[in-house]
T-cell receptor, first 110, second 116 residues
Framework: RKEVEQDPGPFNVPEGATVAFNCTYS??????FFWYRQDCRKEPKLLMS???SGNEDGRFTAQLNRASQYISLLIRDSKLSDSATYLC???????????FGQGTTLQVKP | EADIYQTPRYLVIGTGKKITLECSQT?????MYWYQQDPGMELHLIHY???????EKGDLSSESTVSRIRTEHFPLTLESARPSHTSQYLC???????????????FGPGTRLTVL
């Protein structure tokens, strides 16, 4: 079983749609959580950190459920420019390393 | 934008050649990392460093080696390139956190290596 699991998709949605991605992680010692965005053939870039209380950045909302060990990302009012792969990333204080999920691909269509 | 640089961006080379992929960051970050990523697949950590003269192997076995003589520089070397080394290599860096958490990593643009 992978340490960080995501549905690879692709998710094909029309502009303006609301879409949600989930991610599960296996290491209960994990203490840091992030969503990164990766465009085709580019490097990953931080989209947002995920806090226990949940957090929002414009059209993006991230939530963490420690009891069930899953993280979610909600994108409202999807734009064409949101088309990318979204990586769920989990950090462990034990190792100081980040573990990346395979990513969920989003394709927003006109 | 993060100040982390990788050269070359693209490299096509023959089997058996020695290559060095360069990575530099100007943010004064203590921690640096090398990841390998095949198309459509997840990133795999192959090397990391917590500071000068510190290097560790990552989760994915790799025939490459690294060095960390200066804080800002973390080159990766392949002594004898093979077609199985064809991949994208991404360098990243992060600060040490004051708490027990794991800090955000900032990535360079990557080197796309093709070994013929």
């Amino acid at each position: 079983r992978k340490e960080v699991e995501q549905d690879p998709g692709p998710f094909n949605v029309p502009e303006g749609a609301t879409v949600a991605f989930n991610c599960t992680y296996s290491n209960s010692a994990s203490q840091s959580f992030f969503w990164y965005r990766q465009d085709c053939r580019k490097e990953p870039k931080l989209l947002m950190s995920v806090y226990s209380s949940g957090n929002e950045d414009g059209r993006f909302t991230a939530q963490l459920n420690r009891a069930s060990q899953y993280i979610s990302l909600l994108i409202r009012d999807s734009k064409l420019s949101d088309s990318a792969t979204y990586l769920c990333v989990v950090g462990s204080s034990n190792t100081g390393k980040l573990i990346f999920g395979q990513g969920t691909t989003l394709q927003v269509k006109p | 934008e993060a100040d982390i640089y990788q050269t070359p961006r693209y490299l096509v080379i023959g089997t058996g050649k020695k290559i060095t992929l360069e990575c530099s960051q100007t943010m004064g970050h203590d921690k640096m990392y090398w990841y390998q990523q095949d198309p459509g697949m997840e990133l795999h950590l192959i090397h990391y460093s917590y500071g000068v003269n510190s290097t560790e192997k990552g989760d994915l076995s790799s025939e490459s080696t690294v060095s960390r003589i200066r804080t800002e520089h973390f080159p990766l070397t392949l002594e004898s390139a093979r077609p199985s080394h064809t991949s994208q290599y991404l360098c990243a860096s992060s600060h040490n956190r004051w708490d027990s958490g794991t800090d955000t990593q900032y990535f360079g643009p990557g080197t796309r290596l093709t070994v013929l």
